[in-house]
């Protein structure tokens, strides 16, 4: 992702406002005797759906959900168990078919990590990418509107 | 586990004085639509480190530390993402080399598992299990002694 | 589970005529550098999927599955990645709306856990447990009928 | 990662001629009913974990490994448990304390997802990331200079 599309800091708590806290787990870790990068991946999904799942209107449309397209996670450093990681998490653009989201992870004030992801509208049963319908794509560009700078 | 080692009602959130907090993760859930056993482990391997870990005096048994020898879970009912799952804790019994705890798993006041587990003082040198140090042992005592009978 | 219920010896790989292997991941281990119990929760699902699912006949019944309701572990011994678990699996008992089965892992030669689990044929729309139709329970019983005794 | 870093084709096989076989396990799988992106990510590490290591020399150098420092992920279909997935991985790069990954994961001859990641050489008792001793070096050098083009 280049900086036109995360032209914000990351590694920053004041570039979010929408939050998901995760706990971590003993077997999050590994040999390593830190946090396991796999399982890093499963803290931004975490966001990542509390983040979009509101939007999809999902009582209106049933088939409606969305699919990972693309993934990027920077390591910024070690940490361990027990703790909690506070996610957040920002919508940063929607597409014809797909949208950008950003993340930083952060244990206390430290910045542990920070991701990117692509996602696309996804059909459930016809199992492939779509274009939302129009008051789904209001929802996204509402909460774009909204966010901290 | 017979009624001798388990003779409380696991399902009932009074039976614990030891909580720990573990959020629910979306990739914690399976295609059936509902969290996955494996993920249940895991919440409860969470429990366990946190109940147990303070009693092992590391800083003073660097090599002292617990390994798993026998697990059962029983899966009371569906849950799903999101959510927070309090696990309970409790230390029920300490033998030579091994100590016997069990679990109660709650989605606000509805119990969805329980689970037990056997383990072993172990040292991570050695690779093998151990007789704890007095000390050690004394901590693990003074706990079942509190505990809501 | 009592002795009536697992009369045979797990630790046996004669025991057993359905074989899964599981590949050891990486991040499945843990900070004392072996393999967590966490995993192996999840090498025993892979082997009882594999080992119910054709008996299931869902594309003739596509609202019956299974969920677990009872699990045991018993570990025997450390092990690292990187290497193949060969998981045995066997179908011990089935009642009216549950059936039973067994375990044994193994890398090379070593048992390294056993396991039993019950389980209940469960409606995926109705979310209950069902009794399963008479083909579905004529299959579980030739299977029980062929294995090694 | 640019143009640069990988100038080639990761969805095809002949890129690659290092080869990890990943068993897909039942839970890998979510509620849409396909294989998780958080277990793609374990996926690609058993797959780093079994490219790298033998050029460690960690017999020799035993504080020596590697950690990850920047994960990226294009998903490019939908799979789903049972199956096995070939991971191929390239080394593509070595910088002063750095090195650069890329991988490609095939169910059969179809390109499920293409990865790539920089991880840097990682002193375990000093907790930093170190310059690699020389013969470290060579090998990660004479890997490069020998796979396909």
Aim: aromatic share 10%; proline share 5%; hydrophobic share 35%.
């Amino acid at each position: 992702m280049n900086e036109t599309v995360r032209p914000i800091d990351l590694t920053c708590r004041e570039t979010f406002d929408h939050w998901t806290a995760v706990t971590i787990r003993f077997s999050d870790q590994d040999p390593l005797g830190h946090v396991n990068n796999v399982s890093v991946a499963a803290y931004v999904e975490a966001s990542r759906t509390m983040l979009i799942r509101p939007f999809l209107l999902q009582d209106k449309y049933p088939e409606l959900d969305f699919a990972l397209v693309h993934l990027e996670i920077d390591y910024k450093g070690e940490f361990t168990y027990p703790g909690i990681v506070d996610v957040g998490g920002r919508l940063e653009r929607v597409g014809t078919k797909s949208f950008t989201t950003s993340y930083g992870l952060f244990t206390g004030d430290k910045c542990v990590a920070t991701a990117g992801s692509v996602n696309c509208f996804f059909n459930t049963q016809r199992r492939e990418s779509v274009v939302p319908p129009d008051d789904v794509r209001a929802l996204f560009e509402e909460r774009m509107a909204s966010q901290p700078v």
